[in-house]
């Protein structure tokens, strides 16, 4: 897998507090630091989402036609590395952490994809990854053939959702309210489905951009589509505060009206073939 790298510069010297460095990223959760005689390697693994990147720090300098830049800016042989398919979510996310990085310690940048070393710029870095990722995805069409694109937006709800589920259910622990993990599956056309299972009778969180709904009565499991659902329930489901637009609880105020409607309404049988897949199979 190629990576998107971006290089770290700093004016007039090369001098790199190592030891500073490393406790900027300690106290990020989630980076563990690994080095020899050849490499330091700074590993960041999501602790929720689990997408890795890696900050490293060489012998020697790792930028291309390096003779070519400005001389005013010195290479620090430091350096990130971000594999190009992971979600934008994630990318935008390591590229919060560089802005930190780059004010905290005065470092300029360089990607391959700039005429020279520039101070970093989010939304430009941003721009060029999102570039250079689907270019890739282009020359790569088995890759998308054995994962699942969808759009920007809905995958960005989606981690985000996955991200702030454990806050969600501290938010909701006194309220006894049920937030689920998604079920992410495919049908035998390969598309992609989204589900959540529900215990019937239980106050629930419901995620954004879901699909199907896995209703569990004890001994018997039906597969309702959510869109049927809602249609008849919509009225009855409140928006959870602050948080992702179509994201939807059943408060319980709201449960009697909300079970009725789902042991009542005789909806559409479902009878695709579902397989589950991970969430690291799905692309923007």
């Known amino acids: 897998m190629e990576k998107f790298q971006v290089h770290f510069f700093r004016e007039k010297t090369r001098d790199l507090d190592v030891e500073a460095l490393l406790a900027f990223f300690e106290v990020i959760?989630?980076?563990e630091i690994e080095?020899?005689?050849?490499?330091?390697r700074i590993n960041y693994k999501h602790p929720r989402l689990g997408y890795k990147a890696c900050f490293l720090i060489m012998p020697k300098s790792q930028v291309k036609d390096i003779y070519r830049l400005n001389p005013r800016y010195l290479d620090l042989n430091?350096?990130?590395?971000?594999?190009?398919?992971?979600?934008d979510y994630f990318a935008d996310h390591v590229f919060h952490?560089?802005?930190?990085?780059?004010?905290?310690?005065?470092y300029f940048v360089y990607q391959d994809y700039f005429e020279d070393v520039l101070p970093f710029r989010l939304d430009l870095v941003m721009k060029i990854f999102n570039m250079v990722k689907e270019r890739y995805l282009e020359l790569h069409p088995k890759f998308l053939q054995e994962n699942y694109l969808i759009s920007?937006?809905?995958?960005?709800?989606?981690?985000?959702?996955m991200d702030d589920n454990f806050s969600l259910q501290k938010y909701y622990q006194e309220a006894s309210t049920y937030v689920p993990f998604y079920l992410f599956l495919a049908n035998a056309d390969n598309r992609l489905r989204i589900g959540f299972e529900w215990k019937y009778d239980t106050l629930t969180v419901i995620p954004p951009y879901v699909d199907f709904i896995?209703?569990?009565r004890g001994n018997d499991v039906s597969i309702i589509k959510y869109q049927e659902f809602y249609e008849q329930a919509s009225k009855f489901l409140d928006d959870v505060p602050g948080f992702l637009k179509d994201s939807k609880v059943v408060s319980k105020k709201n449960l009697k009206k909300v079970n009725k409607i789902?042991?009542?309404?005789?909806?559409?049988?479902?009878?695709?073939?579902?397989?589950?897949v991970d969430h690291f199979q799905l692309i923007d």
């Not at 920007?152 to 959702?161: A, F, I, M, P």
Request: net charge positive; proline share 4%; hydrophobic share 40%.
């Open 152 to 161: 920007k937006d809905k995958l960005n709800s989606v981690l985000r959702y």
């Open 262 to 276: 789902l042991k009542k309404n005789k909806f559409t049988k479902v009878i695709e073939v579902l397989t589950k």
């Open 29 to 31: 959760e989630g980076m």
């Open 97 to 106: 952490i560089v802005k930190r990085l780059v004010e905290k310690f005065d």
């Open 214 to 216: 896995f209703l569990n």
């Open 35 to 40: 080095m020899d005689e050849r490499s330091v």
């Open 78 to 87: 430091f350096q990130l590395e971000l594999p190009l398919t992971v979600p």
